[in-house]
Structures are given as C-alpha cells and as structure tokens.
C-alpha cells in the first residue's frame, strides 16, 4: 500500500480516541463528534504521521461504527463510503480504513472487540456468521431502516448504561445478549434484497456458495476435506474451490476450518468439555492432531485458550 499505516489496537481506541468508554475485558464501546475528529488527526500527527487523515488498520480487533447523527465520510478497503443517520459499518481484523470528513453535527458510536469481529461478538450460529462475512467481502457499510436503526440506537443506550454499572451482577451476559440482539435485528436489512440486489450473471455462482456453505455447516465435524463436499455436488475439488474463492474471496479449506475452530472455541470457553471430549466429538483421530489443527489455525493450543484467553490477548498487545 502507497499509504502509512498505523496499526489500531484495542488499547489506542480506548485510551487515545474518543471521549466517552465504556467497557468490560473484551468489549468497548466509544462515543464520538466532529471534536473527536479533530482530535484523531491530531493523534495521528503525534504518531509522526502526515497531518492528513492517513489509513489505519484494525489490529486483531473488530468494530462496528453506527452512525447516530449528522454524517461522515470514510474510506474501508480503498472504497469510500458517505454515512447518514442510522447507517451502519462494520470492519473486520485487518482491514484498512480512514476517516475523510466528519459535519459539524455529527455524532456516532463505535463498538469494538477482541475477539476479531465485534458484531459477530458470542454468535455461535456458524452458517449465518459465514453469510455475514460473505456479504461484508463485497461492502463493508450498510442502510437500516429507521425502525431497526431506533432499535439499535436504543441498545447502543442500554449497552453503554450496562457497561458503565460495574456493580451490576451478571453484566458480561447481559452486553453478550444486547449484542446477540443487536446483530439478528441488523441482519434482518443486512441480507435485504432491497439493499443488496444480486447481479444476476453471478447468482448461480452465488448458490453455490450457500450449497457449500449449508452443507459445511452441516458437516464439519464429521468432513474436512474440500473432495467431499466436491463429491456431493457433483463438482471437481477444483472447480468447487475457484468459485468459493472467486465469489466468497476465501478459499474452500479455509471456510470448512473457521466452521470447525468456531466450534472449538465454543466448546473450550462455553462447556466443561475436556479438550479430549472435544477432540472426540470433532471426529479428529487423537487429541494431538486436534491441539496441531487448532494451534494452526489460532496461534495457541487449545488448553491457552481456554485458560486466559483475555491475558494471552494483553500479552500481545491487542
């Protein structure tokens, strides 16, 4: 990229941007006006980066920005996107993004995680997170209509009071709940047609997709290998993997493993499994080949990430 790049933490979006926090261990959400605009460029500049709004990167850490009023532009990805109230976006770990230009007026929240994806924040429903993710390849903002935009808006409200209220018993399961909300009520414009109509020379290539996808979803534990889901569509391995990758921009092997690692870290985190009885019901031939595919595809063994996965986080520096 011809561009400088700062890589955005969790730490720098808590403690250097925005004016109002609130937040847990894994979660924040942060307020922002045309004041904390000024104040970005300013950081930005302190971080002996030039003067002007340069791209930043979401580093191991997802966001959800809404706007609540007024408007902003910003760039994702090299794509410009001119928000107005109650219009969403939503980044994923990685991505590039800058701010363009903030009105006067304006004023918007940002909800940031941890865990990569912050809208997708203790979902565990595989095949619906697939088709999210889908959709985000091909445009990272989105409309609501104003009955949902009053409804997030409204959760964005009990989200922050919850957050703020450390006394309150049971606030961790409360916010993943609100978040739970949250994303079923934005998938319900997300996936509208309205908003994102399909092009009708890739809508077969598009079924495809979603056959593979449902069908992974529906297999995974059993069937890691591209060949079988191939077989039963009656497709080669080959061509099955070009059209995922051509339409879905990830590669076949890669969707039946984040099938399979979500999964995981559901059972590790949410069940009192043992990573043997989680080895077991994944259908993996031994604990080893279970802890070697994990570690793969995570950086960590399983037992690290079920032990502290927020402290293996703060180590290295997210």
């Known amino acids: 990229m011809d561009k400088k790049v700062y890589d955005v933490s969790f730490s720098d979006m808590v403690n250097n941007l925005g004016k109002r926090v609130s937040r847990n261990d894994d979660l924040a959400l942060i307020e922002f006006d045309d004041y904390d605009y000024q104040k970005i460029k300013e950081w930005l500049t302190k971080n002996r980066l030039s003067g002007n709004i340069e791209f930043l990167r979401s580093k191991n850490q997802g966001q959800f920005c809404c706007l609540l009023e007024g408007s902003i532009s910003l760039e994702v990805n090299r794509r410009r996107y001119d928000l107005q109230a109650g219009e969403g976006c939503c980044m994923l770990e990685g991505d590039y993004f800058r701010l363009l230009d903030a009105s006067k007026d304006s004023r918007w929240f940002v909800i940031i995680s941890r865990s990569g994806d912050s809208m997708m924040y203790g979902i565990n429903n595989a095949?619906?997170?697939?088709?999210?993710?889908?959709?985000?390849?091909?445009?990272?903002?989105?409309?609501?209509?104003?009955?949902?935009?009053?409804?997030?808006?409204?959760?964005?409200?009990?989200?922050?009071?919850?957050?703020?209220?450390?006394?309150?018993?049971?606030?961790?399961?409360?916010?993943?709940?609100?978040?739970?909300i949250m994303f079923y009520h934005m998938c319900s414009d997300f996936f509208n047609e309205e908003s994102y109509p399909d092009t009708p020379a890739s809508s077969r290539r598009d079924e495809l997709l979603l056959q593979f996808t449902k069908m992974v979803s529906e297999n995974y534990k059993e069937h890691r290998k591209v060949s079988y889901y191939?077989?039963?569509?009656?497709?080669?391995?080959?061509?099955?993997?070009?059209?995922?990758?051509?339409?879905?921009?990830?590669?076949?092997?890669?969707?039946?493993?984040?099938?399979?690692?979500?999964?995981?870290?559901?059972?590790?985190?949410?069940?009192?499994?043992?990573?043997?009885?989680?080895?077991?019901?994944?259908?993996?031939?031994?604990?080893?080949?279970?802890?070697?595919?994990?570690?793969?595809?995570?950086?960590?063994?399983?037992?690290?990430?079920?032990?502290?996965?927020?402290?293996?986080?703060?180590?290295?520096?997210v």
């Open 127 to 180: 095949l619906l997170l697939m088709s999210f993710k889908n959709k985000l390849d091909s445009k990272r903002c989105f409309k609501m209509k104003e009955k949902t935009a009053r409804i997030i808006f409204t959760l964005y409200g009990l989200m922050r009071e919850t957050l703020d209220d450390r006394e309150l018993s049971y606030r961790d399961a409360i916010i993943k709940n609100y978040m739970h």
């Open 230 to 317: 191939a077989d039963k569509m009656c497709l080669t391995p080959k061509y099955l993997s070009t059209i995922v990758y051509e339409v879905g921009g990830r590669y076949a092997r890669d969707i039946i493993a984040e099938f399979v690692i979500c999964e995981a870290k559901r059972c590790l985190l949410n069940t009192s499994m043992t990573v043997q009885e989680i080895s077991d019901y994944l259908h993996f031939s031994c604990q080893s080949f279970f802890g070697k595919y994990f570690r793969e595809h995570t950086g960590m063994s399983p037992q690290a990430y079920r032990q502290s996965p927020n402290q293996i986080l703060e180590e290295r520096g």
